[in-house]
């Protein structure tokens, strides 16, 4: 079974720019949670999708935003781009579907630069 | 915020035991204690969970104290694979979890 995917691995942008950012859960998971790591701040979660409405959020300005299609595929979106944006992004699925936690699995993540 | 207390690091040798352990005085009873880790260059991965009793998995074992507040991860064999950094989580909402530091372990050949 194919692993988690994230594309692209590695973006460049400036300041004031926008990115979106794609996740393909495994096959059959239908939550998906993006998380942002940093070397300051660690790894810290953004949100999570299921059947294409956010279930939960994190502390993020409202930059950043996410969806998820009907096929359980993710996107997340970062507007007006500033230099602390740049991080690791990973996406993790899951077959949860509740209230349950179910293991997660991660991404490789997309390496965003902002110049 | 529910995040647990680890040291920043531990080192040890190849084909000893681990142990990693995990301070979550604050926990509440319905909490679950998660431990993942993240090699080098890659996403993390999950590794055990457990509530009140010990757990044992391929992958490790996990030992939770009496009163729930610290756990202790252990790997039984040290291999070189196994340098990463380990996360002890609260499980705070479903599917949302709480990073902390982590420990960096280092394994010597």
């Known amino acids: 079974k194919a692993g988690v995917t994230q594309t692209p691995r590695y973006l460049i942008k400036t300041r004031g720019q926008q990115v979106t950012l794609s996740c393909s859960p495994i096959?059959?998971?239908?939550?998906v949670s993006w998380y942002q790591q940093t070397p300051g701040q660690g790894l810290q979660f953004l949100f999570e999708?299921?059947?294409?409405?956010?279930?939960n959020k994190g502390n993020f300005p409202g930059r950043f935003s996410g969806r998820q299609f009907s096929n359980s595929r993710s996107e997340m979106n970062v507007s007006t781009l500033e230099l602390g944006d740049s991080a690791l992004y990973l996406c993790?699925?899951?077959?949860?579907?509740?209230?349950?936690?179910?293991?997660?699995?991660f991404g490789p993540g997309t390496r965003l630069t902002v110049l | 915020d529910a995040k647990t207390t680890q040291p920043n690091s531990m080192e040890s040798n190849e084909e000893e035991p681990v142990h990693l352990p995990c301070n979550h005085s604050?926990?509440?009873?319905?909490?679950?204690i998660h431990w993942y880790r993240q090699l080098p260059s890659q996403g993390p991965e999950y590794v055990i969970h457990?509530?009140?009793s010990n757990v044992n998995n391929r992958m490790a074992s996990l030992a939770i104290a009496e009163d729930r507040k610290s756990s202790t991860l252990i790997l039984h064999r040290a291999t070189l694979r196994d340098a990463a950094v380990y996360y002890c989580?609260?499980?705070?909402?479903?599917?949302?979890?709480?990073f902390g530091q982590g420990t960096r372990l280092t394994i010597n050949p």
């Open positions: 993790a699925s899951s077959t949860s579907s509740g209230r349950s936690y179910n293991e997660q699995f």
């Open positions: 096959s059959g998971h239908r939550s």
């Open positions: 999708y299921f059947s294409e409405t956010q279930r």
């Open positions: 604050t926990i509440s009873g319905t909490d679950y």
């Open positions: 457990g509530l009140t």
């Open positions: 989580i609260r499980l705070q909402g479903a599917q949302k979890l709480v």
